[in-house]
């Protein structure tokens, strides 16, 4: 871990050298911002844990509308048309009204819950053919008409679904807690096949926590069982599996040139694996966990990390070009690291007063939310409650 916190600390400083990310608004919620954003036309949609669901003007970072549910907004959200949809820890699937806000319909399910307190996120809504797909804590995955919000069929997995549903031709997959990635028919939940992943002797339920991506063929997720794992989309059997000690792996990952992009958790690097074989090309050396998604533009790679700082990295080499710290990692970054970046004498991450430790983590503005780019500007939510914006040069 030293050895990685030097290489860490010699990257920062290579990367004080050069240019960053210029600020160009940023909005206060009440609480904290796990989801990732959506742009469409001139708004930005995302929700907060303050239970708010905010419309903003994507330019400027002011409020159009506000929709306030019963629970906790950890869910990304979609659009389909008219209707801009997203999860809340009431248990509910919200469609709303893009202009006024104004719910036009909301469906119930049987109730969400958390694993634990890394459960951070819940399922995003995704919607294909009038179909909006659905996870939930309840254990189900959810198939709701997306004109009317009734139920065109549920399935019942062995564990809670917070991951985000994948949608391939007529085939919908999707990961749960119970260790199991499922192809389920789009049309009527039949089981096509299913995958259960290897397991740990830490972790042997091997939890998929996030969603998994779909390219050329290939299915790619990470699991809690320290694995990332690439399957064969049409019979579900494995094609490789890349296994990081010691941490789990929830980010889903990036597809980008070849490659795959992705951060861990307790190992604390971003790794780029070769998508064919999931050989290591680079790993970068972090001090903190990464459970966001990585974006790429022009060649350089920008993903959040649990210090506050976003980063934008060099897809050949993972050498750090672009730098942005929170507003709450500027304020609360001492209260967790020394001047060497290494831990405080006194901070324990995983020790009997957990809760705390994790307390002064989201302090400093950690930024699970999976960054978006829309032509010169990257937009993207952090634990210090707020919305950023900012230009890339």
Not at 5 to 32: D, E, I, N
Not at 55 to 76: M, N, P, Q
Not at 374 to 383: L, N, P, V
Request: overall charge negative.
């Amino acid at each position: 871990m030293k050895k990685h916190l030097l290489t860490f600390l010699l990257l920062t400083l290579t990367g004080m050298l050069v240019a960053q990310p210029v600020l160009q608004w940023k909005y206060s919620t009440r609480g904290r911002v796990y989801a990732k954003p959506l742009i469409s036309e001139n708004c930005l949609y995302i929700g907060s844990l303050d239970s708010v669901f905010y419309a903003l003007d994507k330019s400027t970072g002011l409020t159009i509308w506000e929709f306030r549910s019963d629970g906790a907004i950890s869910s990304s959200a979609s659009i389909s048309g008219k209707l801009v949809l997203f999860g809340s820890a009431d248990g509910n699937l919200y469609a709303l009204d893009t202009k006024t806000g104004q719910p036009v319909w909301i469906f119930s399910s049987g109730g969400e819950k958390m694993k634990d307190i890394w459960d951070y996120y819940l399922s995003t809504p995704v919607v294909s053919n009038g179909i909006v797909y659905w996870g939930s804590g309840d254990g189900h995955l959810y198939a709701i008409d997306v004109d009317t919000g009734k139920l065109m069929w549920k399935y019942k997995t062995g564990g809670i679904v917070h991951a985000d549903p994948l949608v391939i031709d007529s085939v919908v997959c999707i990961g749960s807690f119970d260790g199991t990635f499922y192809a389920l028919s789009a049309d009527n939940g039949e089981v096509i096949w299913k995958f259960r992943t290897v397991g740990d002797a830490y972790f042997p339920d091997g939890e998929i926590q996030k969603g998994a991506i779909f390219d050329q063929g290939v299915i790619y997720f990470g699991s809690r069982d320290y694995n990332i794992y690439a399957l064969d989309a049409k019979t579900g059997r494995g094609r490789w599996n890349m296994k990081e000690y010691g941490s789990w792996i929830i980010a889903t990952p990036l597809s980008y040139k070849g490659n795959l992009f992705f951060g861990t958790s307790d190992t604390h690097l971003f790794y780029c694996l070769r998508k064919s074989d999931g050989k290591i090309v680079w790993s970068l050396p972090l001090n903190m966990r990464v459970y966001g998604s990585a974006v790429a533009r022009e060649n350089i790679i920008w993903f959040g990390c649990f210090n506050g700082k976003l980063y934008g990295v060099d897809d050949a080499t993972g050498k750090i070009i672009h730098e942005f710290a929170t507003d709450g990692c500027k304020a609360n970054y001492s209260s967790v690291y020394q001047e060497n970046d290494e831990f405080q004498s006194e901070f324990e991450l995983y020790g009997k007063d957990y809760l705390e430790s994790e307390r002064k983590i989201q302090a400093m503005g950690s930024i699970l939310s999976t960054p978006v780019i829309e032509g010169d500007r990257i937009y993207f939510g952090s634990s210090d409650g707020k919305v950023y914006a900012l230009r890339l040069d």
